[in-house]
């Protein structure tokens, strides 16, 4: 897969599934990007994870709901756009 083929979280359709691709994202290597990182890191956002964008917020889609596992969060544009991912074709809810 091509870095051509990765988006984020944040950008992945409603109902889309995706695979977590390199772990979080930290910008800048900035201390507070790097504990977001880390923090996405601890609950699940690892290289290989399945991911779904279950629900939005209104307007603008902030907070986006994610199933990872058999657990939903609820996080943020700016830590949704810290995490890549490739998506997967053909799966839509």
Do not use: C, K, Y
């Amino acid at each position: 897969m091509s870095s051509m083929d990765l988006i984020t979280l944040f950008d992945l359709p409603t109902g889309q599934e995706g695979t977590v691709s390199s772990g979080p994202v930290a910008a800048d290597g900035e201390t507070a990007d790097h504990e977001l990182a880390l923090r996405l890191f601890e609950i699940g956002f690892i290289e290989g994870e399945r991911v779904r964008v279950v629900a939005r917020g209104h307007p603008g889609g902030d907070p986006v709901a994610v199933r990872v596992g058999n657990t939903m969060f609820a996080l943020r544009r700016f830590e949704a756009e810290r995490v890549l991912v490739a998506p997967l074709r053909g799966v839509v809810a």
